[in-house]
């Protein structure tokens, strides 16, 4: 039995501009076919068991040919599988979408399209350009710069001339002299604002404002390359006046972030927000432990607490996930009150229905330990195996019984150690969100040198772990993620 594809435009490279059908159809798939201009943070979202198959292209140079590239997508629908045709920008913007159709449709190849938002409009809105405005035209043109392989550039740039509209070329900066000659040879104004933007929507985007006729010197003198678009067209000079994304307060910082794959998300889209370039970098994963005899025997004895503390938002899941195994509910902890290390782990309580009797005031384990330094007894500890001592050492002074039950493991892991290595090159800020971050970060990099590391740090002890590998360190003033990001601002 036949798949089916779906070609899907992954826009213009700022992750939150893909769609959310282009999401749902990515999470779906079996086998993802993508271009060299889907961003890494888009390529993120490919489903770990789906079968990725990069058929990249650039310019003078084709990865996979064309025809290869049909004729892949038909063989794997053929094998029954859910394939994804991942596109930069919109597919049937000069994305060759139709021709990849044609093939498919001839075989009886069940198909849908998901349209992407086109680099013609969002690059320019990044760069502060309007493509229309009443006060300087009425149209807008979108042109390839791009020409078959031994073709001269087939545009006819009276015609262009004569509309009075804005321009927009994609694919043309290796043309971009022939373009700019082209209009001028037409008769158009050498004063007319003109534009080219690099890595457009992306957190290294850089634009050039010039003139038609000084452009492609200015282009050339700023070493522009692919992929940049060119915008010729009044609207142009209104770029400084409407440049929102350059003026955002982490534009051109680059930040690494450590947390798991499952927890990274909050942070990374925020720092995206506020203009940074972040590469996810997870260095811990956290393992349920499984079997795990001292939770059951700690939950079949739940009614001798009289407190149950977690220290992460990991371990309410765990613990709930155990307490369902075992054919109980939350029922079991009546009698028990509740201590989180901070908001996020309450909030994991409050969605199961339940309230936090205690949150110390600030979020790590040194003060939660302060906040329960009176506390009655028996106390029930379910967090990480690798856990701070700031507890138990409490309870033990204090003559506070308790049980410490490590209900999962950290591990560490290293996802993609080389594009890290590149990025300590140059002054990278890293955000750590506990001890066990700056541990994985660490091990999964031997020998490097991390001079060139700032370690943006949640809170004190974190930041003490950073200190002892050599890693210059700023601390949150609080231990959330609101405030983490703030400090990463003021860096």
Not at 95 to 121: K, N
Request: with cysteine; charged share 20%.
């Amino acid at each position: 039995m036949n798949g089916n594809v779906i070609l899907v435009g992954a826009g213009p490279g700022d992750p939150g501009l893909l769609t959310q059908k282009g999401r749902w159809a990515l999470e779906q798939a079996e086998v993802v076919v993508f271009d060299r201009l889907v961003s890494p943070a888009i390529l993120a979202l490919i489903p770990p068991q789906a079968e990725a198959i990069d058929v990249g292209k650039e310019s003078s140079h084709h990865l996979v040919p064309q025809e290869q590239i049909n004729q892949i997508l038909l063989e794997k629908a053929q094998a029954g599988k859910r394939v994804v045709r991942l596109k930069g920008g919109d597919p049937f913007l000069f994305g060759r979408g139709g021709e990849e159709l044609e093939l498919l449709q001839a075989h009886g190849i069940p198909f849908q399209v998901v349209p992407g938002v086109t680099s013609a409009l969002s690059v320019p809105a990044y760069a502060g350009i309007p493509v229309t405005h009443r006060d300087f035209c009425s149209s807008l043109h979108i042109v390839t710069g791009h020409a078959k392989a031994g073709a001269e550039l087939n545009i006819d740039f009276d015609a262009l001339r004569r509309t009075g509209g804005t321009l927009v070329f994609l694919m043309g900066v290796s043309a971009l002299p022939k373009i700019c000659r082209g209009l001028l040879e037409a008769g158009m104004d050498p004063e007319t604002p003109a534009a080219v933007v690099e890595k457009g929507t992306l957190p290294r985007q850089r634009k050039v404002l010039s003139t038609l006729q000084a452009l492609p010197q200015a282009a050339e003198r700023a070493q522009v390359k692919s992929p940049a678009i060119i915008v010729v067209g009044k609207v142009c000079s209104l770029s400084d006046r409407f440049d929102w994304f350059d003026s955002l307060p982490l534009k051109g910082k680059e930040v690494v972030v450590t947390r798991p794959a499952d927890r990274s998300g909050t942070l990374s889209e925020r720092l995206r927000q506020l203009g940074a370039n972040v590469t996810e970098y997870p260095c811990i994963r956290t393992v349920a432990r499984d079997p795990s005899p001292e939770l059951d025997h700690a939950i079949a004895n739940l009614s001798r607490y009289r407190w149950v503390v977690f220290t992460s938002p990991v371990g309410p899941r765990i613990f709930f996930d155990r307490l369902r195994t075992l054919g109980k509910d939350a029922r079991a902890l009546a009698g028990c009150k509740l201590a989180a290390i901070g908001p996020k782990t309450a909030s994991a309580l409050s969605h199961r229905g339940l309230t936090a009797d205690l949150v110390p005031e600030t979020y790590d384990s040194a003060h939660l330990a302060e906040a329960m330094a009176q506390v009655e007894g028996p106390v029930l500890l379910c967090r990480a195996s690798q856990g701070s001592d700031a507890l138990p050492e409490l309870f033990s002074k204090n003559s506070i019984p308790f049980d410490d039950v490590p209900c999962y493991d950290t591990v560490y892991e290293a996802p993609n150690p080389a594009a890290v290595l590149d990025l300590l090159k140059q002054p990278v800020l890293v955000t750590f969100t506990s001890a066990s971050t700056v541990r994985g970060f660490v091990q999964s990099l031997p020998g490097a040198d991390l001079s060139m590391v700032l370690g943006c740090c949640i809170g004190r002890q974190t930041a003490a772990e950073a200190k002892k590998y050599g890693i210059a360190v700023v601390v949150a003033r609080e231990a959330t993620m609101e405030s983490l990001i703030e400090c990463i601002k003021e860096v």
